[in-house]
């Protein structure tokens, strides 16, 4: 089971690096006003919410304790990323509010699963 766990956290953190590597290489098109969600940001966002629910439930099986109150806020955290970069994908440009909080929210939500204990 540990090696599962392990697989599924490998694939969690691929995705963390797929939907924030997609808002850094628009940095600059932040800057002009040009910028987009980039389809490997969706495919990022949406891999976090298939692993991180498997995670969830395979540390149940396992015994382990779930903090469900932490879980909880990057769920939420993780659906309002993964809605907002689902609903504005086909737009040429973002609003650089939004694509901004885009990027803070999924940084908020490495902060999250990293710091809170």
């Known amino acids: ?6 697989l599924f956290v490998g694939l969690h953190i691929i995705g ?14 932040m800057g002009q006003g040009t910028a987009r969600f980039v389809p490997g940001m969706l495919h990022g966002a949406a891999t976090m919410l298939v692993t991180g629910v498997a995670l969830v439930g395979l540390n149940q099986a396992d015994g382990h304790h779930v903090n469900t109150v932490k879980i ?14 689902y609903v504005k994908r086909d737009e040429e440009r973002v609003d ?3 694509f ?10 490495v902060f999250i699963a990293v710091l809170w204990t």
């Open 1 to 6: 089971m540990d090696v599962l766990i392990h």
């Open 16 to 29: 963390i690096a797929a939907l924030l590597g997609g808002f850094l290489t628009q940095m600059k098109a």
């Open 72 to 85: 909880g806020v990057k769920l939420a955290l993780l659906i309002v990323i993964l809605g907002l970069v």
């Open 96 to 98: 650089k509010g939004l």
């Open 100 to 109: 901004a909080l885009v990027g803070a929210l999924t940084t908020a939500n």
